[in-house]
Antibody
Framework: EVQLVESGGGLVKPGGSLRLSCATSGFIFSTYTMTWVRQAPGKGLEWVSSISSFSDYIYYADSVKGRFTISRDNAKNSLYLQMNSLRGEDTAQYYC???????????WGQGTLVTVSS | SYVLTQPPSASVAPGKTARITCGGNDIGSKSVHWYQQKPGQAPVLVIYLDSDRPSGIPERFSGSNSGNTATLTISRVEAGDEADYYCQVWNSNSDPSGVFGGGTKLTVL
């Protein structure tokens, strides 16, 4: 059974940092592109960042470029999102999602909530 | 950047057919994917590559894509289909990125 479990969310002050993790199981992690998608409270889905299977292709949304860093550890079947210089508009549920390349996302985690507030 | 436009809301009676549109410039040249999201839950893929259905998704869900509009069609709508629906593409230009539509809230009357 494919499972994705996010962790690391919480309350952080503006300008602070947070590192999200996504632990996966049930599939060959090293063969899939992985993606972070976020959803602000009461709002729609927003693509954040994607990383190819061996980290040779990495893409970011303009809204997080220069502040967020996506990475993965194929030995640990885990995906990460380092978030720096956090702003109020980064407040959202953050989902990790699996995708067979730069296309669709066929499995999603349940999300972890990040709240940026003083 | 590439923009996908969805109507904010749609409503349909049980047993009828719901059609949710997703507009984008020459979207017919891209692969469109659709997600269903119920309150408090993670999104679920219901259509990928314009018209393919993942295993476990009822045949009542179908998709099409041509010109500047992609459409998600839900036949014989049930109360359990009430949810938010999002279209999505991968924009493969000089600065590749994922793009979601704004979402459509489907209400079953």
């Amino acid at each position: 059974e494919v499972q994705l479990v996010e962790s690391g969310g919480g309350l952080v002050k503006p300008g602070g940092s947070l590192r999200l993790s996504c632990a996966t199981s049930g599939f060959i992690f090293s063969t899939y592109t992985m993606t972070w998608v976020r959803q602000a409270p009461g709002k729609g889905l927003e693509w954040v960042s994607s990383i190819s299977s061996f980290s040779d292709y990495i893409y970011y949304a303009d809204s997080v470029k220069g502040r967020f860093t996506i990475s993965r550890d194929n030995a640990k079947n885990s995906l990460y999102l380092q978030m720096n210089s956090l702003r109020g508009e980064d407040t959202a549920q953050y989902y990790c999602a699996r995708g067979p390349g730069t296309g669709y996302y066929d499995y999603w985690g349940q999300g972890t909530l990040v709240t940026v507030s003083s | 950047s590439y923009v996908l436009t969805q109507p904010p809301s749609a409503s349909v009676a049980p047993g009828k057919t719901a059609r949710i549109t997703c507009g984008g410039n020459d979207i017919g040249s891209k692969s469109v994917h659709w997600y269903q999201q119920k309150p408090g839950q993670a999104p679920v893929l219901v259509i990928y590559l314009d018209s393919d259905r993942p295993s476990g998704i009822p045949e009542r869900f179908s998709g099409s894509n041509s010109g500047n509009t992609a459409t998600l069609t839900i036949s014989r709508v049930e109360a359990g289909d009430e949810a938010d629906y999002y279209c999505q593409v991968w924009n493969s230009n000089s600065d590749p990125s994922g793009v979601f539509g704004g979402g459509t809230k489907l209400t079953v009357l």
